[in-house]
């Protein structure tokens, strides 16, 4: 799978948008845009995922560039509770059952 | 959603037992199940890929005489850390997809076990 960077750390004010940005510039045409999230002391959850189109659901949307080279991933309002480390994973949709690979990620604060 | 569940969620253990874990996946089946680990202020490394009814995959660098993986039905995988040492410490995670071939599935994460070996 293809490489993803992400800043290391970012902070946001509560009740305030958060946009996390990830750079996937050698992303191939059948890689799948993932992302997780990790908070403190537990295992990752998933958050989002695209191909081409901007997602949305009830955690987050998902903004992909036209060229596909970088995405951000948009909280609307960040609480104190979205405190947690967000990896952006990129998955062949060809991988069939293979397990995601984590990069560092970037460490989201969240000030009160 | 699916969920999957580990047990125990801590367990501190004497330099030299062994420690075993298990990973139960809630409301499917999984015939392959995920082992990670992860160390303070680090990432998640994945340790094998467990496979049920035949022997896990691991990867390089993890001994697997030393993290036994059993995969005994759809449901349930364990993961025995054998004469732990204080460097086995870690935070273990495991993962499961409700996995359909040719669709993009979530991957489900347990909340993970912290062992600390002393």
């Known amino acids: 799978d293809a490489k993803t960077t992400q800043p290391n750390s970012m902070e946001s004010n509560e009740e305030e948008p958060v946009h996390l940005p990830c750079n996937h510039s050698t992303i191939s045409g059948t890689d799948y845009i993932h992302w997780y999230r990790q908070l403190p002391s537990q295992g990752p959850e998933y958050v989002i995922h695209?191909?081409?189109s901007n997602v949305n659901n009830r955690m987050a949307s998902l903004a992909i560039a036209e060229d596909r080279k970088s995405s951000t991933l948009i909280l609307h309002r960040a609480t104190l509770r979205d405190a947690a480390v967000y990896y952006c994973i990129l998955r062949d949709k060809n991988s069939g059952n293979t397990p995601l690979v984590f990069g560092k990620g970037t460490r989201l604060s969240v000030i009160a | 959603g699916a969920v999957v569940s580990q047990h125990p969620s801590w367990v501190i253990c004497k330099s030299g037992t062994s420690v075993k874990i298990e990973c139960r996946s809630l409301?499917?089946?999984?015939?392959?199940m995920f082992w990670y680990r992860q160390f303070p202020k680090q990432s998640l490394m994945l340790m094998a890929t467990?496979?049920?009814?035949?022997?896990?995959?691991?990867e390089q660098g993890v001994e697997k005489d030393k993290f036994l993986i059993n995969h005994a039905s759809l449901t349930l995988s364990t993961l025995t850390v054998t004469s732990a040492h204080p460097e086995d410490s870690s935070f273990y995670i495991c993962?499961?997809?409700?996995?359909?071939?040719?669709?993009?599935?979530?991957?489900?994460f347990g909340p993970g076990t912290r062992l600390l070996v002393l």
């Open positions: 467990s496979n049920e009814g035949s022997k896990a995959t691991y």
């Open positions: 409301d499917f089946q999984a015939t392959t």
């Open positions: 695209g191909l081409t």
């Open positions: 993962s499961a997809r409700d996995w359909v071939a040719g669709v993009q599935e979530t991957q489900y």
